[in-house]
């Protein structure tokens, strides 16, 4: 982040635009993230102009347009360097297949790419294309690739695109992005604060399982519930950030790979057990904040299964407990699991601590719509054997994360 950052909110950003159909949605973009207090500047690839005029731009963003590497009245008055450096954070909304590709190979050969290599700021792109241009195993690869170097990549929707082909590949609306952007700021910051904090997980090694597991039926259905992923991955980012090795194992979630986690994805409950099995080595702290699939299909039907009769029945059987498999190794780490609970929550938590064998369990209280499942906040009652419960009032799970990971350092790790 630069220095002269006034506020959490007062963030820099350059928005780039490259050339496809979806820079019609730039202009509202800048007024999106205006309203949202970021300061924002414009640079636009040639091919974007054919889309959307820099006049329109730069009446939006109230700043002039940056559009030539070789303009020398708009480098006399702020060089592409300085631009570069501006930036907290560059967004390149819509990115092409092939603004892509020309930015995770390093190539600058306009003012937009030159940027990006040139900042380093936190680069997010907004991919928007045709469908089959954004399966091609090139443009997979190229995504994948500037994932691996830390870009954060914010969508794109599915639905009908602009050449009547259907598909994935529209830009993610202005609103959701300033929103995500919104939420990146925030983090941003508190990242930092921690970073700033002792490294107390230092090269401790942690796993942490996250998200649903999805059960198949047939081909088209599966059983699953509504986890999204972000309380376990608010945990391996913090984690990361406290400097631990953490490896996060995770069943299907729309999140991005916290930096420096490694991840492994995964479906079904039995490849989460096989995944924590297989790469649980010397782990010293397990956190448990999947919610897994308590049941399973004892058959999976090769085809799709027919509408014909009025009751369907699908015989379920256990699925393997994976908490209580890693708390039962002779060489067991300190072991965390969560508990999802609408009523009774202490008494149920405790009984799930005692019957797997835990060290801690966070108990969460489900009953309320903006808390604990699919949702941005959460609150705790951290409870161990004695009984003894911290209550950890509503809050972003990026913050209950942090009093959660500090918490098991001060009961277990502090020397
Ligand atoms: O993903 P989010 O949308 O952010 O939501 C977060 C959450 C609500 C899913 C999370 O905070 C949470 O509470 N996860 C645990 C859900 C739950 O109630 O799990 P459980 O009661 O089925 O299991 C208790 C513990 O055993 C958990 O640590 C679970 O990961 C573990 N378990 C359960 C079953 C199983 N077969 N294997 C397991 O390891």
Redesign the pocket.
């Known amino acids: 982040m630069s220095e002269n950052t006034t506020s959490s909110q007062k963030l820099r950003v350059l928005l780039g635009v490259s050339g496809g159909i979806a820079a019609y949605k730039s202009a509202d973009l800048v007024r999106r993230l205006k309203e949202r207090d970021f300061i924002v500047r414009v640079v636009m690839t040639e091919a974007s102009t054919h889309f959307i005029t820099p006049m329109t731009m730069q009446a939006v963003s109230a700043n002039p347009v940056h559009l030539d590497l070789f303009d020398q009245e708009a480098e006399a008055a702020m060089g592409h360097i300085e631009l570069a450096k501006w930036a907290d954070i560059i967004l390149v909304a819509p990115a092409t297949a092939n603004t892509i590709a020309k930015i995770n190979q390093g190539l600058a050969d306009n003012l937009l790419t030159t940027l990006v290599l040139a900042s380093k700021a936190q680069l997010v792109i907004a991919p928007a294309m045709n469908q089959q241009m954004w399966t091609n195993t090139t443009t997979i690869s190229n995504v994948e690739g500037l994932r691996q170097k830390g870009t954060l990549v914010f969508g794109p929707d599915a639905g009908e695109q602009a050449c009547g082909d259907v598909g994935a590949g529209r830009m993610m609306e202005p609103l959701m992005i300033a929103d995500e952007m919104l939420r990146l700021s925030a983090t941003s910051f508190e990242r930092q604060e921690l970073r700033e904090n002792k490294l107390i997980l230092n090269g401790l090694n942690v796993m942490i399982?996250?998200?649903p597991t999805v059960e198949a039926i047939d081909p088209v259905r599966f059983i699953s519930n509504?986890?999204?992923?972000?309380?376990?991955y608010a945990l391996a980012e913090v984690a990361s950030d406290l400097g631990a090795m953490v490896t996060l194992v995770s069943g299907p979630v729309n999140l991005c790979a916290p930096n420096g986690v490694s991840v492994k994805p995964v479906t079904s409950?039995k490849e989460m057990m096989a995944t924590v099995q297989q790469h649980i080595g010397n782990c010293e702290l397990f956190i448990?904040?999947?919610?897994?699939a308590?049941y399973t299909p004892i058959k999976v039907a090769k085809h799709k299964i027919k509408k014909n009769e009025e009751n369907m029945n699908v015989e379920l059987v256990k699925?393997?407990?994976?908490?209580?498999w890693v708390a039962a190794q002779k060489q067991r780490p300190i072991v965390v699991?969560?508990?999802?609970?609408s009523q009774n929550l202490s008494e149920f938590a405790i009984n799930?601590l005692s019957k797997?064998k835990l060290d801690l369990i966070?108990a969460?209280n489900?009953s309320q719509e903006e808390l604990?499942?699919?949702?941005e906040n959460?609150e705790i009652f951290i409870l161990d054997k004695s009984g003894k419960e911290v209550h950890l009032p509503a809050a972003s799970?990026s913050n209950i994360a942090k009093s959660i990971l500090e918490h098991i350092y001060q009961q277990f790790l502090i020397k």
């Open positions: 399982t996250a998200g509504h986890s999204s992923g972000k309380m376990g409950a448990g904040c999947a919610a897994v308590d699925n393997p407990d994976i908490i209580s699991g969560f508990a999802a609970e799930k797997k966070c969460n489900i604990g499942f699919n949702s959460n799970k």
